[in-house]
C-alpha cells in the first residue's frame, strides 16, 4: 500500500462549481497533514493545515479522519485560478519529514 | 513576507561532476529540509538538517550526497558525483518548531539537468 494516496484526476470543473478530493495514509501513527498545491514546475506551496476537528480557510474545508486515515479537501466557487495539483502530505509519526501524495490535478475551465 | 531562496535555478553538468546546490532558509527557522521530484513523479524527501547536524535521511541521501551550513544564513545540498538519474527538481524547504504543525516552506527549486 502506498503511503499517500490520492486520485490522479484530472478534475475538470466549470467555475464556480464545488470539488472534493481525497487522500488516504497508511501509517496510523501519523502526526500532521497538509494539503499543498503545486502549480508546474513550481515549488508545493501550502495550502492549509488539516486538524482532526476540520478547518477552514475561505473557500478551502479540510477534513481529517484518524480512524479511517482519510483526509479531504473541498473547494467551494472555484476559481480559473484555482487550477493547480493539489499534494496531500503528511508527517511521520517521530520525525518531521514529508511524505507527499503523488497530486490530484484540477482544471477549472471558464 | 519572509521566503525560502535558492540557486541557481538552473544547473546543468556533466555526469560525473560535483554540483552545489544552495539555499537560503527563512531567517528564524531552524529545521532545514532537501527534497527533490524527478519530472512527473512526486516529491520525495532527502534529509533534514537540525542544530548544525543531520536528523534524518532517506535512502536516497546516500554518500553521493551531503550538506552543510556553512554560515549563518546558508544551506547547501551537495552531490560529489552526478549520475543521469540525478535529474531532478530540488526544493530546499524550512520550519520552525514553534510554528502550529511545524509547516515547511518551499524554495522556488533548483533544475538539475545531468548530461
Known amino acids: 500500500r502506498k503511503e499517500v494516496e490520492q486520485d490522479p484526476g484530472p478534475f475538470n470543473v466549470p467555475e464556480g462549481a464545488t470539488v472534493a478530493f481525497n487522500c488516504t495514509y497508511s501509517n496510523s501513527a501519523s502526526q500532521s497533514f497538509f494539503w499543498y498545491r503545486q502549480d508546474c514546475r513550481k515549488e508545493p506551496k501550502l495550502l492549509m493545515s488539516?486538524?482532526?476537528s476540520g478547518n477552514e480557510d475561505g473557500r478551502f474545508t479540510a477534513q481529517l479522519n484518524r480512524a479511517s486515515q482519510y483526509i479531504s479537501l473541498l473547494i467551494r466557487d472555484s476559481k480559473l485560478s484555482d487550477s493547480a495539483t493539489y499534494l496531500c502530505?503528511?508527517?511521520?509519526?517521530?520525525?518531521?519529514?514529508?511524505?507527499f501524495g503523488s497530486g490530484t490535478r484540477l482544471l477549472v475551465r471558464p | 513576507e519572509p521566503e525560502v531562496t535558492q540557486t541557481p535555478s538552473h544547473q546543468v553538468t556533466q555526469m560525473g561532476q560535483e554540483v552545489i546546490l544552495r539555499c537560503v532558509p527563512i531567517?528564524?527557522?531552524?529545521?532545514f529540509y532537501w527534497y527533490r521530484q524527478i519530472l512527473g513523479q512526486k516529491v520525495e524527501f532527502l534529509v533534514s538538517?537540525?542544530?548544525?547536524?543531520?536528523?534524518?535521511k532517506s535512502e536516497i541521501f546516500d554518500d553521493q550526497f551531503s550538506v552543510e551550513r556553512p554560515d549563518g544564513s546558508n544551506f547547501t545540498l551537495k552531490i560529489r558525483s552526478t549520475k543521469l538519474e540525478d535529474s531532478a527538481m530540488y526544493f530546499c524547504a524550512s520550519s520552525s518548531p514553534g510554528l502550529l504543525n511545524n509547516e515547511q516552506f518551499f524554495g522556488p527549486g533548483t533544475r538539475l539537468t545531468v548530461l
Open positions: 502530505v503528511v508527517a511521520g509519526d517521530s520525525s518531521y519529514k514529508l511524505i
Open positions: 531567517s528564524n527557522h531552524l529545521y
Open positions: 488539516v486538524y482532526s
Open positions: 538538517f537540525y542544530n548544525n547536524e543531520i536528523s534524518e
